[in-house]
């Protein structure tokens, strides 16, 4: 069996990463042959994931050049299709219906959807978004209609979905939890409260500037590491950057006592399971997370982690755990045990082995 996946961005990208990239040696174990080709090159997912912080004359600029970009790329998807069994397009959708093109040479394409894409990302009324929004969500529905399988992350994108596509697999996360793993943490005399993120969601950390004022005039022992940062400042507020390496992830992650996922409850959003709410409970840290009904697939409330709805909450849940070393311990080890139960990568890799081999002719 041989796969084409094609995803949005190189593995630069974390939908890529975690959506395509970390199957492909496990696909190879099991003598699945593939290639990958993303639909926009490396500069375009580095400009991409910078796109946040463009301002509205960059961002317009961007856009085009993408555009342009997508429709060059498109044409090498045509040529090499048909030497595949199967397209697996990872959020890659294409201008001008040229899915239907596609479908006339390959038919058995999966489309894997893991956010709201067919929403706009960013709030606001300008022409770039607006256009944007109504040029999204017709491709998402153009793919779905000519996709035999729909895999999606969570429920809210499969009511979506459901609209135009009857076959839905739901694939959560998924985490590898070889690579992110359990590290003692004893005998150190700080807490550290972290974030993992990227410029697209730097912003949401300014829910909570008054809460990390709160919690550092409470405990000076308290630091703040903020991974992959975008434009942030919350003065007098001291805290580490890093800057996002796939070296260095997992030993960020695990130098984390407490990990922190603010996030506005809204269209967009609710089409988001958050990786980083994944990735802290991979490593066995407590995550306090916004609530979400898409969240609450997998946090239980106390139990592997913690819900919060309003300021106050974050602050009397942050120092909470500050002060209970048990309680982190204890919060973690649960929260390990759902992502190996719910969302660990070699379930998924054997659920996505059958997909594809019920697409034999």
Not at 339 to 345: A, T
Request: net charge positive; proline share 5%.
């Amino acid at each position: 069996m041989r796969v084409l996946f094609v995803p949005y961005g190189t593995d630069r990208a974390p939908a890529t990463r975690y959506r395509v990239t970390q199957y492909l040696p496990h696909l190879a174990e099991r003598g699945i042959d593939y290639s990958v080709f993303s639909a926009i090159s490396k500069l375009s997912t580095a400009l991409m994931i910078k796109s946040p912080d463009f301002t509205p004359l960059a961002r317009f600029l961007y856009y085009v050049y993408v555009s342009a970009e997508r429709l060059f790329r498109f044409l090498a998807i045509v040529f090499i299709c048909r030497g595949f069994d199967i397209i697996f397009l990872q959020r890659t959708t294409f201008p001008l219906r040229l899915e239907m093109l596609l479908k006339m040479l390959n038919k058995n394409i999966i489309f894997d959807i893991d956010d709201a894409i067919y929403l706009p990302d960013r709030e606001g009324d300008d022409f770039v978004t607006r256009i944007k929004k109504y040029i999204k969500k017709n491709e998402v529905i153009n793919i779905l209609k000519i996709s035999r399988i729909v895999i999606v992350e969570n429920e809210y994108i499969k009511r979506f979905v459901s609209q135009y596509c009857k076959e839905i697999s739901k694939l959560p996360g998924p985490i590898d939890t070889e690579r992110f793993f359990v590290r003692n943490k004893k005998g150190l005399d700080r807490v550290v409260i972290g974030w993992i993120g990227s410029p697209a969601t730097t912003s949401y950390l300014h829910m909570l500037d008054n809460v990390f004022r709160d919690i550092k005039r409470k405990y000076d022992f308290v630091k703040f590491r903020f991974i992959g940062l975008g434009k942030y400042k919350n003065p007098p507020v001291e805290f580490e950057r890093i800057d996002w390496n796939s070296e260095t992830e997992v030993g960020s992650l695990q130098g984390f006592d407490i990990g922190i996922m603010p996030m506005p409850d809204n269209e967009w959003t609710r089409g988001k399971l958050g990786c980083k709410m994944l990735q802290y409970m991979a490593v066995g840290i407590p995550a306090v997370v916004s609530y979400t009904p898409t969240n609450a697939e997998i946090i239980d409330d106390g139990e592997n982690g913690f819900f919060v709805t309003k300021e106050n909450e974050w602050t009397d849940l942050l120092s909470m755990l500050v002060e209970d070393a048990p309680l982190r311990s204890k919060i973690g080890e649960r929260a390990r045990n759902t992502i190996q139960e719910l969302c660990s990568l070699r379930k998924s890799v054997t659920y996505l082995v059958k997909i594809f081999e019920s697409l034999k002719d």
